[in-house]
């Protein structure tokens, strides 16, 4: 395993493809979350397209490739690019989205157009779409380094400020932090993250990774440090897995790292402990599980001396829905929890049994009669209605519609309510 984790490292290319791939990794992920919260995941996308014109111009003004010009040409271009979508937008009926993909496959264009018309620029834009991670130069890691510097203090440092216009636009204008003026600097740090990421992912497959991981860490936590956090650390984890991938298996470096990124969101969407698929599909079946068992107390509340055996079992089918096959769990368990005996083929309610009974039909009434007085649904649909809550109302929140409701007698079909 120590070997597995060495062997890369003898060569000098790996070590600065790692250092590179980590200052990606800490870049776009903090600023994808503020991008991912401001919904400005578009902007992200036009802007790593729109920065090709400055790349070119920087090329030419410097007449070879030099980090320094690049930079400022891509910083530049990202800048205009983001003035022009807020000056569009503002001063007509276009929507952003619309103004976004104008001014972004406009920049893209240019770009190309100066790419094919400038001889001499000698840009390879294969490099520039997909990226070569293992190219990187000394130059290029510098440049990374300091803008990753830049971004993880500005973030340090402006955290109120970004927060504040994040999630709340008016109270940020009414202490007195200008939204515009943040957008421009996140805007600008945008750009820049970007700039990180055009040599190893490439502008095609960046914004993948502004993106993926703070949608990641947004599975996970809905602290916004945390989220910071865990949005670095996962775009951090995939820019060296997918480094390793495209080692040991010659694959394109940018897409190995965008694919571990992506595979670690689809763990999470399963996964995660608050919002996988998986854990909600658990939830609903014990929920579904609960609420069956309920009814059935409910049955043996309204039945359970009527009925014995078979016809118990008949009968039940037929008033909720239980076969055969399962019944006999279910009985197992409601006997389990003590909430149900069974004496002579007849099934009793406990004392326990009884009072989760009561509790169910005085949920199920005042729903009825709440529902009723405010008619928030048709009388004809009250019951079924009921039916749904009465499994799911907090005893506090019943107790609350009692006494909103002044302690009705009868529900609207005349049914005596059960005083607690």
């Known amino acids: 395993m120590l070997d597995f984790l060495t062997e890369p490292l003898q060569y000098e290319f790996i070590q600065r493809a790692l250092i590179a791939s980590i200052s990606i990794g ?33 090329f030419m003004i410097a007449g070879e490739k030099n980090e320094i010009a690049l930079f400022i040409g891509a910083l530049a271009a990202g800048i205009v690019s983001a003035l022009l979508i807020s000056f569009v937008q503002r001063n007509s009926k276009i929507k952003e989205d619309t103004s976004i993909g104008i001014i972004f496959t406009g920049a893209f264009a240019l770009g190309i157009l100066l790419v094919s018309q400038l001889k001499q620029v000698h840009l390879d834009l294969s490099s520039y779409l997909f990226g070569d ?8 890691i510098i440049l990374s380094g300091i803008i990753t510097v830049i971004i993880l203090l500005s973030v340090i440092l402006f955290y109120k400020q970004l927060l504040v216009t994040s999630f709340d636009p008016t109270m940020a204008k009414i202490i007195g932090i200008s939204s515009a003026v943040v957008h421009y600097f996140l805007m600008t740090l945008l750009s820049m993250s970007i700039v990180t990421g055009l040599q190893s992912v490439g502008v095609i497959l960046i914004i993948a990774m502004l993106i993926t991981p703070p949608a990641t860490a947004f599975l996970l936590t809905d602290k916004l440090k945390w989220l910071l956090f865990y949005s670095a650390l996962i775009g951090v984890v995939s820019s ?5 991938l495209s080692y040991y298996f010659n694959y394109t470096s940018g897409a190995s790292i965008v694919l571990v990124a992506v595979l670690i969101f689809a763990l999470a969407f399963f996964f995660s402990p608050k919002e996988g698929l998986v854990l909600k599909y658990l939830k609903r079946m014990k929920a579904q599980r609960m609420n069956t068992l309920e009814d059935v107390v409910k049955f043996i509340h309204r039945y359970g001396e009527r009925y014995r055996d078979e016809e118990f079992k008949t009968m039940l089918a037929k008033e909720i829905g239980v076969s055969g096959n399962k019944l006999g769990g279910i009985m197992n368990e409601l006997s389990n929890k003590g909430f149900v005996t069974k004496t002579n083929g007849h099934y009793y309610l406990t004392t326990e049994g009884h009072k989760l009974a009561l509790r169910l039909v005085r949920s199920h009434r005042l729903w009825e ?5 405010e008619n928030i649904v048709d009388a004809k649909d009250i019951h079924i209605d009921a039916e749904k809550f009465e499994h799911i109302l907090p005893e506090d929140l019943v107790e609350e519609l009692d006494r909103e409701l002044g302690h009705p007698e009868t529900d609207p079909h005349g049914s005596p309510i059960p005083k607690k």
């Open 369 to 373: 009669t709440y529902v009723t007085k």
């Open 26 to 58: 800490v870049s776009c992920g903090l600023i994808g979350v503020y991008i991912m919260l401001r919904r400005m995941s578009l902007i992200g996308d036009a802007l790593a397209h729109s920065v090709l014109p400055g790349v070119v111009i920087g």
């Open 133 to 140: 991670v293992l190219g990187v130069s000394t130059g290029d």
């Open 240 to 244: 060296i897995a997918g480094l390793y």
